[in-house]
T-cell receptor, first 111, second 114 residues
């Protein structure tokens, strides 16, 4: 089945700096790649997603890139703010038609 | 539009008991997926229901089961509870039309097995 690996597991950045989280997937048939943000004690929230027919997507300070050949995708957050501190999960939807999640990245934005 | 809701929010059960959790999807969403979230294992897929049929199942023992009703509400049941079943159980709903894959999560049910 699908395997999604996510790195790093923890990431600390200074406020205003950029943060990058990377994920790799194993199923070459995967066609949908969402990113979720989960604040402590809250539900995961969909923040951005990308389909396999698109290489990059941007929404204000957040962008996602996809490299289908290398089977990896990344989340980029620019001009980080303290409220960006949370756990971020990547996921991939493969031939099994279910979302497989990465193990999560704890992002801490230091003031 | 109201979001995904789950009841109860917190539950404490004893080993060997069974438990039923409920999920009400966003109005119009026909797919409901269930996940188990633990600190060590992350978010793991349990099963997905679509139009009252189980469409997909993860790698969990048969003690974990579910169903979906005609109004798309879903329940999951865990029988013969074990200590390791302590987790946050999340459901997510999706419109599941052509090309629509976005899943929206409920707040979760925190299950503690003692």
């Amino acid at each position: 089945g699908e395997n999604v690996e996510q790195h790093p597991s923890t990431l600390s950045v200074q406020e205003g700096d950029s943060a990058v989280i990377k994920c790799t997937y194993s199923d070459s048939a995967s066609n949908y790649f969402p990113w979720y943000k989960q604040e402590l004690g809250k539900r995961p929230q969909l923040i951005i997603d990308i389909r396999s027919n698109v290489g990059e997507k941007k929404d204000q300070r957040i962008a996602v890139t996809l490299n289908k050949t290398a089977k990896h995708f990344s989340l980029h957050i620019t001009e980080t703010q303290p409220e960006d501190s949370a756990v971020y999960f990547c996921a991939a939807k493969g031939s099994a038609r279910q979302l497989t999640f990465g193990s999560g990245t704890q992002l801490t934005v230091l003031p | 539009k109201a979001g995904v809701t789950q009841t109860p929010r917190y539950l404490i059960k004893t080993r060997g008991q069974q438990v039923t959790l409920s999920c009400s999807p966003i109005s119009g969403h026909r797919s409901v997926s269930w996940y188990q979230q633990t600190p060590g294992q992350g978010l793991q897929f349990l099963f997905e229901y679509f139009s009252e049929t189980q469409r997909n199942k993860g790698n969990f023992p048969g003690r974990f089961s579910g169903r979906q009703f005609s109004n798309s509400r879903s329940e999951m049941n865990v029988s013969t509870l074990e200590l390791g079943d302590s987790a946050l159980y999340l459901c997510a709903s999706s419109l599941e039309g052509t090309g629509t894959y976005e899943q929206y999560f409920g707040p979760g049910t925190r299950l503690t097995v003692t």
